[in-house]
């Protein structure tokens, strides 16, 4: 299949004053994209939109606010029609976890991470659906997770929100494939960015060393070859494609380890 062009696509792209969302809008700018970005902070977006402006991007619009708030994302995608009569792309990479053991955690850290990761993703696309099926050879993009195919403890709330995420995108794949609009779920592993610096809980140690992840900038750069491509699904981290086999052909095996991870969390706490 030919390549698509991304000069003067319409794209609108959730979390993108940093992480991975900004790696995503650095580099479709490089492409000469048209950028809607979405984040919490004004002045950081833009900021942004500067930055991106100079890369090369073709034009670059700015809405402040939270993706939870409905009216927020009704305001956002009414700017897309306003201003530009369609979208091309709509990508969904804000996220946010937290840290520890379920039954210490509460129902506000659930339901929050629920409502960021999940809930907000699914509620923007039904608004925006009516302007990529104007369009046709559209494209629906999730940055879902390792986690979204295999479960970890000491993360319960986040694995939760990466699975629903990623079996709510296979049935909604399956009812746009006649409209011309793709679905890609990009499922990275671990990936160096400040996103574990801005967990909304930590309860407890890690009962693992930290590893050293994949730079953002190369998430970015296969996702933006995955959409070029029109492709389902990516693993941009070969550990994490490697932790997807594993649970999937050595369950038992994947689940005894999981299990000295949770005892080894346990009596760490307990010291």
């Excluded at 900004?22 to 902070?41: D, N």
């Excluded at 990529?132 to 999730?142: A, C, D, F, I």
Aim: include cysteine; charge should be positive.
């Amino acid at each position: 299949m030919a390549r698509i062009s991304l000069a003067d696509r319409r794209v609108l792209i959730t979390g993108a004053s940093g992480g991975i969302g900004l790696a995503l809008a650095r580099e479709l700018a490089r492409k000469g994209a048209r950028l809607l970005l979405i984040a919490r902070r004004q002045e950081l977006l833009r900021q942004r939109a500067d930055e991106l402006t100079s890369l090369g991007a073709r034009s670059v619009l700015v809405a402040a606010g939270d993706i939870t708030d409905a009216a927020h994302c009704q305001q956002a995608v009414a700017l897309a029609q306003t201003q530009w009569a369609g979208l091309d792309l709509l990508i969904h990479a804000a996220g946010i976890s937290a840290h520890g053991r379920f039954d210490r955690s509460d129902e506000a850290t659930l339901r929050r991470i629920m409502e960021v990761n999940f809930f907000a993703a699914a509620s923007l696309t039904r608004l925006a659906l009516p302007l990529l099926r104007s369009e046709g050879n559209t494209q629906v993009v999730l940055i879902g997770s390792i986690l979204g195919h295999c479960g970890v403890p000491l993360n319960s709330e986040y694995v939760a929100s990466k699975f629903a995420l990623r079996g709510w995108s296979q049935s909604l794949r399956a009812e746009l494939l006649g409209q011309g609009i793709g679905m890609l779920l990009v499922s990275p592993g671990t990936t160096d960015t400040d996103f574990f610096d801005h967990l909304i809980g930590r309860r407890g140690t890690i009962p693992w060393p930290r590893q050293r992840g994949i730079p953002a900038e190369s998430v970015a750069r296969q996702t933006v070859r995955a959409i070029e491509r029109r492709r389902r699904e990516i693993f941009p981290n070969w550990h994490g494609r490697l932790l997807v086999w594993a649970s999937r052909y050595c369950p038992g095996l994947v689940g005894w380890w999981m299990g000295k991870l949770g005892n080894r969390a346990e009596e760490i706490e307990g010291k």
